[in-house]
């Protein structure tokens, strides 16, 4: 149980981090939230975890592409939860692109807020973490965080940066009870993910199925979805009891994706 507990899930308007969002709070902690969306879609977000949390959670619209505004989140979560025990950095974005073409521009959005807004997160969190001594933190990587994929040089950097880092915090603060893991998934059934299957068809000229198992899901043994109620659980798992000693892990949740 996360009673007593406070978690901040970044990028938790929707899709994965909605998902780790509502899992954490029906675990008992109080959650916060943060990500962009419409005014419409922010409120369902909240009303979603005020089900399982009992009250609203509290929403961020910091944008962590800015580091003061990853600070400020991080200082915003302190006073509206009174700590910060679990920082979930979820939030994340994807442009593909050939590398000579990448635009720049795009190049460090990605870094920014794929990558750098993790350290800027974790580095804040850490000083209230150890004053406490426990502390989450849990990195939503990708199977891209351990192999690549053409036309994705920016998010492949990126997220094999967040495994670096992951290994790094873990080393630093292996003996203060904080550690630090990464998951690692591959295809996520989300909202944004499955308009790609219909997508994929129409420019192929194939069945849904034909699109998901040969396209999409090339890479991906399983030829199934990841659900985000798997992320969630080995999110939560990563918070409960007698994992003191699981940090620094890159958990692969990809249906044998890297393994292949
Ligand atoms: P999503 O687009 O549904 O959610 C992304 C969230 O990040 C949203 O809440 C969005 O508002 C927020 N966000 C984007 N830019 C932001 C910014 N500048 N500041 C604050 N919030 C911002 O995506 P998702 O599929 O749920 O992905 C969540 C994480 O999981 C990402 O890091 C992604 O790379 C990773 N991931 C996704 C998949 C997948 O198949 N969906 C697979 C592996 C890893």
Same mark, same amino acid.
């Given at each position: 149980?996360?009673?007593?507990?406070?978690?901040?899930?970044?990028?938790?308007?929707?899709g994965i981090?909605?998902?780790?969002?509502?899992?954490?709070?029906? =675990? %008992?902690?109080?959650?916060?939230?943060?990500?962009? %969306?419409?005014?419409?879609?922010?409120?369902? =977000?909240?009303?979603?975890?005020?089900?399982?949390?009992?009250?609203?959670?509290?929403?961020?619209?910091?944008?962590? !592409?800015?580091?003061?505004?990853?600070?400020?989140?991080?200082?915003?979560?302190?006073?509206?939860? %009174?700590?910060? /025990?679990?920082?979930?950095?979820?939030?994340?974005?994807?442009?593909? !692109?050939?590398? &000579?073409?990448?635009?720049?521009?795009?190049?460090?959005?990605?870094?920014?807020?794929?990558?750098?807004?993790?350290?800027?997160?974790?580095?804040?969190?850490?000083?209230?973490?150890?004053?406490?001594?426990?502390?989450?933190?849990?990195?939503? &990587?990708?199977?891209?965080?351990?192999?690549?994929?053409? #036309?994705?040089?920016?998010?492949?950097?990126?997220?094999?940066?967040?495994?670096?880092?992951?290994?790094?915090? &873990?080393?630093?603060?292996?003996?203060?009870?904080?550690?630090?893991?990464?998951?690692?998934p591959g295809f996520v059934r989300t909202?944004?993910a499955?308009?790609?299957?219909?997508?994929?068809?129409?420019?192929?000229?194939?069945?849904? /199925?034909?699109?998901?198992? /040969?396209?999409?899901?090339?890479?991906?043994?399983?030829?199934?979805w990841v659900e985000v #109620?798997?992320v969630?659980?080995?999110?939560?798992?990563?918070?409960?009891?007698?994992?003191?000693?699981?940090?620094?892990?890159?958990? !692969?949740? /990809?249906?044998?994706?890297? =393994?292949?």
């Amino acid at each position: 149980t996360l009673t007593g507990r406070t978690a901040v899930i970044t990028g938790s308007t929707s899709g994965i981090g909605l998902g780790i969002a509502r899992l954490l709070a029906e =675990a %008992g902690a109080k959650v916060m939230l943060n990500g962009f %969306g419409k005014p419409e879609d922010i409120a369902a =977000a909240k009303r979603h975890i005020a089900e399982v949390m009992g009250e609203e959670p509290h929403h961020s619209a910091a944008d962590l !592409s800015k580091p003061e505004e990853v600070r400020a989140m991080v200082t915003e979560a302190q006073g509206v939860l %009174g700590s910060v /025990d679990i920082l979930v950095n979820n939030a994340g974005i994807q442009f593909t !692109s050939p590398v &000579a073409d990448f635009p720049e521009e795009k190049w460090n959005a990605i870094i920014a807020i794929n990558l750098s807004a993790v350290f800027h997160g974790t580095k804040a969190v850490l000083p209230g973490m150890k004053a406490r001594g426990w502390g989450r933190i849990i990195n939503i &990587a990708s199977a891209h965080g351990l192999v690549g994929s053409p #036309e994705k040089v920016a998010y492949v950097a990126a997220k094999h940066g967040v495994v670096g880092m992951t290994k790094v915090t &873990a080393i630093e603060w292996a003996q203060t009870g904080i550690t630090c893991n990464a998951i690692c998934p591959g295809f996520v059934r989300t909202p944004l993910a499955e308009v790609q299957v219909g997508a994929i068809a129409k420019e192929k000229g194939v069945s849904e /199925d034909v699109a998901l198992r /040969d396209y999409l899901l090339a890479k991906q043994p399983s030829k199934r979805w990841v659900e985000v #109620e798997e992320v969630a659980r080995m999110a939560l798992y990563m918070c409960g009891p007698d994992t003191g000693s699981l940090t620094g892990a890159a958990l !692969s949740l /990809d249906g044998g994706w890297v =393994a292949s």
